[in-house]
């Protein structure tokens, strides 16, 4: 059974930092493009950034861009988002998903497979 768990969200103040988590389990993990997802209150689920099933390709939101970063450990069977230079704006529920094959897309009706979603809260 395919299995995405995110973790690592919290509250933090304007400025900090965060690392979320993506595991994944019951698949092929190198085989899939891993996507993480956001969504604020009243807002539509935006892309954040994606990695690529070759692993060396990436893409960002501009709202991230310089801020971000994506990576994948495929021994542990995880994506992390490194987020720095926090700010209210990114204040969402954070989600990964999985899409099999490769792709630098973010559209949600693209990926196949959804995690339960972990809140980040960026406030003083």
């Known amino acids: 059974q395919l299995q995405l768990v995110e973790s690592g969200g919290d509250l933090v103040q304007p400025g900090g930092s965060l690392r979320l988590s993506c595991a994944a389990s019951?698949?092929?993990?190198?085989?899939?493009?891993i996507a993480w997802f956001r969504q604020a209150p009243g807002k539509e689920r935006e892309g954040v950034s994606c990695i690529s099933s070759s692993s060396s390709n990436r893409n960002y939101a501009d709202s991230v861009k310089g801020r971000f970063t994506i990576s994948r450990d495929i021994a542990k069977n995880t994506v992390y988002l490194q987020m720095n230079s926090l700010n209210p704006d990114d204040t969402a529920i954070y989600y990964c998903?999985?899409?099999?094959?490769?792709?630098?897309?973010?559209?949600?009706?693209?990926?196949?497979?959804w995690g339960q979603g972990t809140q980040v809260t960026v406030s003083s």
């Open positions: 998903a999985a899409r099999r094959g490769p792709t630098l897309l973010m559209r949600t009706a693209l990926y196949d497979y």
């Open positions: 019951g698949f092929a993990f190198d085989y899939y493009t």
